[in-house]
């Protein structure tokens, strides 16, 4: 019998994390069982246990997985030796936050994948420590961009560079929880306030 390649493999696991993530996003975390992933993903019982031993463990890839894709989208941006101006910057990163969102087949929205996700990890040492652990490190390369603005001058020097990257990543989560709690969320609503918000007042 012809072993089966990495890619195949690979394809396979993708397609029951697939079939994970429209569980999720349409029953909810209590809600979803071994058996609706199964009957998605098209496989057998034992092809799906063939990848994993249980529900409690594609969960866990799934939040792995995203968490590590929305790492890898928003480093490019936040990694930038020249960064834009901070409005123009946080533009950047929702836009790449919404791309993450909706990047995968279907009509999954992996934003709302996420915030079931984030309630998950909670409840998991591991994938608690997992998470914290990127979500730290978007904190730092946020604080990265505020030390390269006040190094070129064109951000306040007396700010802090690490209150400055809390408050942009409570915005970029914000925005995730907002668009699957509410519904939706503006980018460009979100950047004109913060240039309003940003521009030198007239009043004294």
Not at 112 to 138: C, F, I, M, N
Request: with cysteine.
């Amino acid at each position: 019998m012809p072993r089966i390649t990495d890619e195949r493999r690979e394809a396979r696991s993708e397609q029951i994390l697939e079939a994970a993530r429209a569980c999720l996003q349409e029953h909810g975390l209590e809600a979803v069982s071994m058996e609706m992933i199964i009957a998605r993903s098209g496989l057998s019982t034992g092809a799906v246990y063939g990848y994993f031993k249980g529900k409690d463990q594609i969960i866990n890839a799934v939040i792995s997985d995203g968490t590590a894709a929305m790492a890898e989208d928003l480093a490019p941006i936040l990694a930038n030796p020249d960064p834009p101006p901070l409005p123009e910057l946080v533009n950047q990163v929702l836009r790449a936050v919404v791309r993450f969102g909706g990047h995968k087949k279907g009509d999954i929205d992996r934003l709302l994948v996420s915030l079931h996700g984030w309630s998950h990890s909670q409840s998991d040492p591991e994938l608690k420590a997992a998470t914290r652990a990127s979500y730290s490190g978007l904190r730092k390369l946020f604080a990265g961009a505020v030390r390269r603005w006040q190094a070129a001058g064109t951000f306040d020097a007396a700010a802090d560079p690490e209150g400055v990257a809390e408050l942009l990543t409570s915005v970029t989560l914000g925005f995730v929880a907002q668009r699957a709690l509410a519904g939706s969320a503006d980018v460009n609503a979100h950047v004109a306030a913060l240039e309003a918000l940003t521009r030198p007042s007239d009043y004294s």
